[in-house]
């Protein structure tokens, strides 16, 4: 799914070819596309008809366009291959076209959705009662994200000592700390040699400080070149796909050297995904009295002492 660079560029294409634009017509194409609007496809395109688009917002993985004069916001949810595309009204429909939104300007372009998976979709929520930036109350529960300035350092580092859980497990949980998904999970913890599977309650607080470091430098660099794209699922609303799949260090690197010491990357399965993790720099944390040799690099993946490594 798209992590939060991804959902910041498009959040951003949003900011310059959307927002401020005044809705005059909805056309709804799938009705999947609008199931979490629980009042149906008519009653959602009845909402957003006549009504100019605010500024987009984000929080996390989800982005939302205020409606300016209503107090309710069109919540996205771009799920496995969602998209929002900015598209001349000429152009040719998408083979997987979902939900049309025209303007009452002379621009000439539409957004549209497309979906070909449809696990995602558009809905219609209220505004959380005292929320300054128009936060959707069904996303009330979802923790601001390390790149927002209002991120609170100190609740996150309690919320890892006081946690039973493990520290890959607590990156993911979006009530903790948002935006952060499978991909850019292990590209922080290698870059920390910080095994996936270690106990949040065993970090001192200098070293969830350097995990966020890492946490936040890895998102920063990924959105600096437009997200990572595996495939033509993962786009911009131009159409455009991101670039950080080339300077990824973990993700996806199953048997290739680690780009720091050379020994032979490694995957595992882990809650219905993958890890990718060095079994030498990212050892597993072994109390003193339960230390053992189990993940430790095997003979033949260690590096020659002669062979290169890249810092």
């Not at 309690?158 to 493990?166: I, V």
Request: glycine content about 8%; overall charge positive; charged content about 25%.
């Amino acid at each position: 799914m798209p992590e939060l660079p991804e959902v910041e560029v498009v959040r951003r294409g949003l900011e310059r070819w959307v927002s401020g634009r005044t809705v005059d017509r909805v056309e709804v194409l799938h009705p999947r596309a609008v199931r979490r609007h629980t009042a149906g496809a008519p009653d959602f395109a009845a909402g957003l008809d006549g009504h100019p688009f605010g500024p987009a917002r984000r929080r996390g993985k989800y982005l939302w366009l205020p409606l300016a004069d209503t107090g309710a916001s069109v919540l996205a949810h771009l799920g496995m291959s969602g998209q929002l595309l900015v598209q001349p009204e000429s152009a040719p429909d998408e083979k997987h076209l979902r939900i049309r939104i025209g303007f009452a300007d002379a621009e000439g372009t539409e957004l549209r959705f497309v979906d070909q998976r449809t696990f995602g979709g558009l809905s219609l929520h209220p505004e959380m009662p005292g929320s300054d930036e128009g936060l959707p109350d069904v996303i009330a529960h979802i923790a601001r994200d390390p790149l927002d300035p209002a991120f609170d350092e100190a609740a996150f580092h309690a919320a890892l000592r006081r946690r039973r859980t493990t520290v890959k497990r607590a990156l993911l949980d979006q009530s903790l700390i948002s935006g952060v998904g499978n991909i850019y999970a292990d590209e922080a913890l290698w870059r920390a040699r910080l095994h996936y599977e270690r106990p949040t309650a065993t970090l001192t607080r200098a070293r969830s400080t350097e995990l966020l470091a890492h946490v936040r430098d890895v998102l920063s660099a990924a959105l600096a070149v437009g997200g990572t794209s595996f495939d033509s699922l993962y786009v911009n609303v131009n159409g455009e796909s991101g670039y950080f799949a080339r300077s990824l260090d973990a993700y996806g690197r199953e048997d290739e050297p680690c780009r720091r010491c050379g020994t032979p990357m490694r995957r595992r399965p882990w809650m219905n995904r993958s890890s990718y993790y060095c079994p030498r720099c990212q050892r597993p944390f072994r109390s003193r009295s339960s230390a053992s040799t189990t993940d430790r690099p095997r003979r033949s993946e260690r590096p020659h002492p002669s062979s290169g490594s890249r810092s």
